[in-house]
């Protein structure tokens, strides 16, 4: 029997949730995510620093600061993970411009000149923005030019709705971050098929698919592969190294879960939400709002962290050339 990931590969585009080029050519994904996190641990792998290595001699050369040179690091990644996968490459925006229409705009216009002048078309690239109400306007704007964006940290069907009337690419709802935060607060144990998280991203495909939403829903964020037998079927996946490794590993039946042609008959209906209902929902639901701030904060602290490394190469680089 073949193994479940390669079950899977039949019913779900798999996508890598890594940075580490060797991970992405040994299990073949279709596309390939990042964050500042994926990133900043990237950087530090030996194999890696000679895409390093090109940004701080290009931000030497043109005396940039260490913002650009991230960003330039970022699109370098990004170019070269481009050469493995055949299909899209995600490049997260700064997460400090989460509440930011225009500081987002700007950035992803950016990133997309970048690639374009290193041979690397806007179709073979999706720009990721935090899910808050001003990602979700930095998307609508970017939608109309042409530029299709990663819609990340999604923890609630209010954003998920949010997004699709933005007219965004795709979404990225998490899943082990829901069971995270019911784990810690209400103490319970779940399976594959009562995980909150897996329930979560369930009812937002049943909501695009009743719909007609083209919108792409990828699931995130697994703690487990039972989240991810649970959701076979969705239209994409993002999956880090360890676990496609254990999918690849078992050969199991692995059925589908998710049928695009049948979703849940008690979807609720259309919503066409502005930004006080948006806010209200928010609010309402005290997971999604917590979960989105810490996710937010945490991508910061590793894009500081980032920051810091650039910062001390560059200094480095300027005494030894003095």
Sequence with gaps: MPSKLDQLKTMTTIVADTGDMESIR??????????????LKAAQMDAYQHIVDEAIAWGMSRRRVT???????????????????????????????SFDVQ????????????????????????????????????????????????????????????????????????????????????????TAETDPGVLSVRAIFDYYKA???STVVMGA??????????????????????????LAADEGDLPRRLDPGAPDKNTPARMNLDEKAFRYLMNEDAMATEKLAEGIRLFARDLRALRDMVSKRLEAAELRSV
């Design 26 to 39: 040994a299990f073949q994904p279709t596309d390939c995510t990042t964050n500042p996190t994926l990133i």
């Design 211 to 213: 719909h007609g939403v």
């Design 221 to 246: 964020s697994f703690r487990n592969i039972g989240e991810i037998e649970a959701l076979a079927g969705c239209d994409r996946l993002t999956i880090s190294p360890q676990l496609l490794a254990e």
């Design 67 to 97: 913002t650009a040179v991230c960003d330039r690091l970022a699109v370098n990644f990004g170019v070269e993970l481009a050469r493995i996968v055949p299909g899209r490459v995600s490049t997260e925006v700064d997460a400090d411009l």
């Design 103 to 190: 500081g987002m705009v700007d950035k992803a216009r950016a990133y997309i000149a970048d690639y374009a002048s290193r041979g690397v078309g806007r179709e073979r690239v999706l720009i990721k923005l935090a899910s808050t109400w001003e990602g979700v306007r930095a998307a609508e704007i970017l939608q109309r030019e042409g530029i299709d964006c990663n819609m990340t940290l999604i923890f609630s069907l209010a954003q998920a709705a949010a997004c699709a009337d933005a007219g965004a690419f795709l979404i990225s709802p998490f899943v082990g971050r829901i069971l995270d935060w019911h784990v810690k607060n209400e103490g319970k144990t779940y």
